[in-house]
């Protein structure tokens, strides 16, 4: 069961690396926070492969290409995507949390969920969105 | 038929409550059986004896008051956010957190609630307004700092179920924090 869920986060992760990659040409002003997010997307894509090998199951491989749930164009376009796919994160790593006892796991879960909050809020900010903040990261409500 | 060794294996025996339930060995000689037997019964009467204070500390052993739900206080902190942000009118998005935070509260009191339904009478205390600190973007800040912190440590030790939940408030807390970096 928590296999399942952690193959489910792990699709968002390479969601959310390749919209980086995408959004990028879109966001110059902000190119340094853009890399910062593809960084830590990809140290957590190559630790989330780790866990499943360990734990005996084939990672899931990232599609070709994703579909972003606005077309992407500008800047604000781009700013939202990369708000969707970081919500989307926060959805499957609280997936992932309510899924597992094992408490190394659920520690990464966590920190996943909280540091996708956190750069989604930074993205809401760049936006100028308000409320800037999402009261329950991973909740499709909040 | 009644050796020191016999005496042992029966102290041991009485340990466990599934040997009770063993047929007695059988025996090549019937009139050893019959001593067997009556020391099967004898075992038995051991075994009642020693069961008995066993069965009165494992009967006793609930009734101390079960501790306090650990998504209690995680609610009244998040209680105590909403009314100091409330208070903070100077910080333009002590609104926002203010609102964010009652929301946690009630999420987290409706899951308490629910796991033990409370008596009538126990309506959390009237709060006293908080007294306006000095600087509140840093009182904002580390009341924020401090909710991420417990609910990130309260998660790890909570059943799956809950963990969810939990683990939202924290990172709803890290965002909540990032408006105001």
Known sequence: MSVESVQTALGTEHAALWTYGMVSAFLNEQAAAVAEGSTLHRARRDTTERWLRDHGATPNPPAAAYLPPAPVSDGPSALAALVAVEQDTCAAWRGVLERTDDSGLRTSALEALTTAAVRATRWRKAAGSAPASITMPGVASG | MKTPADGIS??????????????????????????????????????????????????????????????????????????????????????????ARATHASLLQAEVDRERPPQSSTVPPAPTAPPTPPDPLAALRTALDEAVREASATVTSLPA??????????????????VLA
Do not use: H, W
């Open chain 2, 10 to 99: 029966a102290t041991v025996d009485d340990q466990t409550i599934s040997f009770a339930r063993l047929p007695p060995r059988r025996t090549a000689a019937g009139n050893m059986g019959r001593v067997i037997s009556e020391s099967v019964s004898r075992r038995r009467v051991l075994f009642a004896v020693a069961a008995a204070p066993l069965a009165v500390a494992c009967t006793a052993e609930p009734s101390p008051p079960p501790p306090p739900d650990p998504l209690s206080a995680l609610a009244a902190q998040a209680r105590a956010d909403a009314r100091l942000a409330q208070a903070l009118t100077t910080v333009p998005a002590a609104a926002e957190i203010a609102k």
């Open chain 2, 161 to 178: 179920y809950r963990a969810g939940l939990v683990g939202s408030v924290a990172a709803g807390c890290a965002s909540l924090r990032e």
